[in-house]
């Protein structure tokens, strides 16, 4: 559950909680071989902003960390 009662971007309290589907795969040619993880996150959506958050669950994050351990990492 997403616990912000305001949003981050703009301070609104128009936030809803949505269910959702997500198919997560890492970008470029090296990761073409890579399996994509199928995660059902909870999404915090501010209605007046757009800005969206969620929060994937344990075993989802620990896929994603597996298949990261084999991406090459960008560093920004």
């Not at 949003?7 to 890579?34: T, V, W, Y």
């Not at 757009?50 to 991406?71: D, F, P, Y």
């Amino acid at each position: 559950m997403l616990s912000s009662t305001v949003c981050r971007s703009c301070a609104s309290a128009n936030l809803i909680e949505l269910d959702s589907e997500m198919n997560i795969h890492f970008p470029g040619l090296k990761s073409l071989d890579q399996p994509s993880i199928h995660a059902f996150p909870k999404l915090s959506v501010c209605l007046d902003c757009g800005l969206t958050e969620s929060v994937i669950s344990e075993a989802e994050l620990r896929k994603l960390r597996e298949c990261a351990s084999n991406v090459v990492r960008i560093s920004l």
